[in-house]
């Protein structure tokens, strides 16, 4: 969600406090989410079969799945997703890309339904949200199978989170860093001089919001300011290109971890090269804003790669 450019007068820059307390509350990283309706004849795709056509793998392929998530509806206190249907696409998904469920292994609707106590209805959505991703197929006469690692959309937020709580965290980590580090000093240098007078005071905005938090080392409210500085600085590049990958680093900086880059890191450097991008773009000066997003995205030398602080997997989105 943007901030107004009301926001800072709103928060009264002059009052620490106040501005930790409401930019706590009124930032939320952007975030993407699937649609959750299933269109007239897709629930048949996924077909509960009567017989034994279908490899159907026995109970003890779901001994992988926690106890306590063997009943999805369990997690509802914690879940941003909406009942057992995300909770079920969240489950899934995470046992899909561990590897726990691999390459072209049948999934059996009839069976995830009884292992996670769920209805058809919510099984049927949630493997059709799943094939959106590339993880699972549907196809007649072969039924639902997971698909290999090259079918993924490896760009989609959820893949983006569940690899990077999974085994492959330091693999995603380090492919996120090196995404945003090709396309962000662009975006920067591109960004100079394009940007509107409200768009400029919003950048402004976040990073004044930055150094007070910092101040006050609130590390959330710095995270929440820095993915609204970079969402927006990709969205006015003038590139759509450009612009469709801000969902991206949004879900890269939600999961940060790991390697600790500058932008990560809240302090008077990172706060300085923000508010030196934010004046070379209002002078149009791309190559400073480019040389600025590049030191910022440096991990520092005392950062071992595949360092990382102990994270919780997040609760499911809205699909």
Same mark, same amino acid.
């Given at each position: 969600?943007?901030? %107004?450019? =009301?926001?800072?007068? +709103?928060?009264?820059? *002059? ?6 307390? /409401? ?11 699937? %649609? &959750? ?14 017989? &034994? ?8 392929? #779901? ?8 009943? @999805?509806?369990?997690? &509802? ?11 079920? !696409? ?16 049948? /999934? !059996? ?11 058809? $209805? ?24 997971? +698909?290999? @690692?090259?079918? #993924? ?8 989170? #569940? ?23 662009? *975006? ?10 409200? !768009?400029?005071?919003?950048? =402004?905005?976040? *990073?004044?919001?930055? =150094? ?43 999961? %940060?971890?790991?390697? !600790? $880059?500058?932008?990560? +890191? ?11 991008? @934010? ?8 190559? $400073? =804003?480019?040389?600025?997003? +590049?030191?910022?995205?440096? @991990? ?20």
């Amino acid at each position: 969600m943007l901030f %107004s450019k =009301a926001l800072k007068a +709103r928060i009264g820059i *002059a009052d620490k406090g106040c501005v930790s307390t /409401l930019a706590h509350s009124m930032m939320t990283a952007a975030r993407s989410a699937d %649609s &959750g309706v299933a269109g007239s004849g897709e629930l048949d795709r996924y077909s509960y079969p009567d017989s &034994g056509g279908t490899d159907r793998p026995g109970p003890a392929s #779901w001994e992988g799945v926690e106890p306590d998530m063997g009943r @999805v509806g369990r997690r &509802g206190g914690s879940s941003r997703g909406r009942g057992l249907h995300g909770q079920l !696409v969240q489950q899934l998904g995470q046992m899909i890309v561990s590897g726990d469920l691999g390459a072209d292994r049948p /999934l !059996v609707p009839e069976e995830i339904g009884q292992r996670f106590e769920v209805s058809r $209805t919510v099984v049927r959505e949630s493997l059709r949200v799943l094939e959106a991703k590339g993880l699972v197929s549907a196809r007649p006469n072969v039924g639902t199978r997971v +698909r290999p @690692v090259a079918d #993924w959309n490896l760009l989609d937020p959820d893949i983006i989170e #569940w690899r990077a709580f999974g085994p492959q965290r330091d693999d995603q980590r380090r492919e996120l860093l090196e995404l945003r580090w090709t396309i962000e000093p662009l *975006a920067a240098r591109l960004a100079a001089g394009h940007g509107r007078d409200d !768009v400029q005071q919003r950048l =402004a905005d976040m *990073a004044e919001i930055m =150094a007070h938090a910092a101040a006050q080392n609130d590390a959330l409210t710095f995270s929440r300011a820095d993915t609204e500085f970079h969402t927006l600085l990709l969205q006015i590049a003038g590139n759509k290109m450009l612009e469709h990958l801000s969902g991206i680093v949004s879900s890269a900086l939600h999961v %940060s971890g790991g390697s !600790v $880059t500058g932008c990560e +890191r809240p302090g008077d450097t990172s706060v300085g090269l923000h508010q030196r991008i @934010v004046e070379a773009l209002a002078e149009g000066d791309g190559g $400073t =804003a480019e040389a600025a997003m +590049r030191q910022l995205l440096t @991990v520092p030398a005392d950062q071992p790669s595949g360092a990382a602080d102990s994270h919780v997997v997040p609760a499911p989105r809205e699909h």
